[in-house]
């Protein structure tokens, strides 16, 4: 059961952990490979790009005489022997984006977020009155003095989409190394994972679960 702190770091209350998100998923974990794999995938680019022979400027004459020099035959000076010749099997832009389906994505989530519950790493924040305008504050909200902010468990803050309180979040943990800041809407599995604990907003949280839950009633 995550605890509810308010803005001094002092427990209010208890939330059950939604039933949903208590299973075992030990058996999901291929899928959460995959959906892991699949977000670095289709973060990646895809922009390196080399010219083959036909694409370098230059080497359309004959370089020397095909016969009598006692050197080996070449047509062009563009050739990949060459120095500054064309690139063999070198990358062209290309897209590297995996798909998976949605029911897919969708266990790949819950198994990650059940971890964190299941290991008591989740807390949820109430941010009604939130009033730190000071990143000393933050520290000793979230790791209890400024020294273990730099040496504490990394820590992803989840707020509601359009939270007020976003923007101070933002400015207070900024210069905090081990905290980042991310919305409901943008949360995915490779960030329940990279972090060793979620504090979410109670904005954020509920309208996590009920996304959760609404997804579970519509299979």
């Known amino acids: 059961m995550p605890n509810v702190i308010d803005s001094k770091g002092a427990t209010v209350r208890e939330v059950a952990a939604p039933e949903l998100l208590m299973r075992d998923y030990s058996l999901a974990a291929p899928v959460v490979f995959r959906a892991v794999h699949r977000e670095m995938a289709n973060a990646r680019a895809g922009l390196a790009s080399t010219k083959r022979r036909d694409e370098v400027s230059g080497g359309g004459r004959k370089p020397y005489k095909q016969k009598g020099t006692g050197r080996a035959r070449q047509g062009s000076i563009r050739s990949p022997q060459w120095r ?4 063999v099997f070198g990358p062209k832009p290309r ?3 995996e ?5 897919e994505r969708r266990l790949a989530f819950m198994a990650a977020l059940s971890d964190r519950f299941r290991n008591e790493a989740v807390t949820l924040l109430d941010t009604a009155g939130f009033a730190i305008d000071k990143t000393a ?3 000793t909200l979230l790791f209890g003095n400024v020294k273990a902010a730099k040496t504490g468990p990394k820590t992803l803050v989840v707020c509601a989409q359009g939270e007020e309180a976003r923007p101070m979040l933002d400015r207070v943990t900024r210069n905090l190394g081990r905290v980042a800041v991310t919305d409901d809407g943008a949360l995915d599995v490779k960030d329940v994972l990279r972090y060793d604990r979620i504090i979410f907003t109670t904005g954020a949280y509920d309208a996590v ?3 959760l839950d609404a997804a ?3 299979r």
């Open 84 to 87: 500054h010749g064309g690139v």
């Open 95 to 97: 897209s590297y984006s």
């Open 209 to 211: 679960v009920a996304r």
């Open 99 to 103: 798909s998976l389906n949605k029911k």
């Open 216 to 218: 579970e009633g519509a």
């Open 137 to 139: 504050a933050c520290a």
